[in-house]
C-alpha cells in the first residue's frame, strides 16, 4: 500500500474502536506501513493526521514493540503535532512507552527507549502540561512525568508545582488526576 492509498485509507477511520482496532491491525500486520502512518501524522495542518495518530493509538496499545523501529521519527516530531484530536492520542502513546519502560515484566522497550527518547517525551509533556490543552493530554502527561521522576529527581518538583498552580483553573477530572499525582509525589 502506497502512502496516497493509506491517506486514503484513514479518511474511513473515525472514533469507533471497531475502526480504529482494524486499521491498527492492518499496519501491524504491515510494518512498512508505520513510516507511511508516521509521515499522515505529521502533516500536522491536515485533519487526517489526527486519523492517523488514532490508528497509532491502537498500534501502540495492541504491539507496542511494533514502534521500536521509529521511536527516533515518533518522539523527534511528536512536538508538532498540535491538533486536540491528534495530541491525545500522541500523549497516550508517550504513556505507554513509559508504562512499559517502568514495567517491571522485562520487554524490549526498556532497551531500546534510550535517555534522548525519554527527554524528548519529558519535553512534550511538560509542554503539555503548561500550555493550553485539553483534559485528556495534561493527564497522560502528568502520569507520564510522574512515573518518569522515579529517574530525572528535578521532575517531580516541577509536576508539583505546575499541578498547585494550575489546580483551581482546571476541570474536575484534571482536579482528580492531579490529586492522585501530588499524594504519590509527597508520600
Sequence with gaps: MTSAQLYDELNFVNHSREKRLYYANLVIS?????????????????????????????????????????????????????????????????????????DKTPN????????????RIIEVCFDYMINDQKIAPKAY????????????????????MILERDFQLQSAGYKARARHILKKIKS
Design 30 to 102: 504491515t510494518p512498512t506501513l508505520i513510516p507511511k502512518l508516521l509521515d499522515i501524522l505529521f502533516m500536522v495542518d491536515d485533519k487526517v493526521s489526527c486519523r492517523a495518530a488514532w490508528v497509532l493509538e491502537f498500534v501502540g496499545g495492541e504491539d507496542l514493540e511494533a514502534l521500536i523501529p521509529f521511536l527516533d521519527r515518533f518522539t523527534e516530531d511528536m512536538g508538532k503535532v498540535h491538533l486536540d484530536s491528534a495530541v491525545r492520542p500522541v500523549a497516550k502513546v508517550c504513556e505507554y512507552l513509559i508504562k512499559a519502560y517502568y
Design 108 to 119: 524490549r522497550i526498556q532497551t531500546e527507549l534510550s535517555p534522548t527518547h525519554r527527554e
Design 141 to 160: 502527561a502528568m502520569h507520564t512525568l510522574f512515573m518518569l521522576g522515579k529517574d530525572y529527581d528535578w521532575i517531580h518538583p516541577e509536576l508539583a
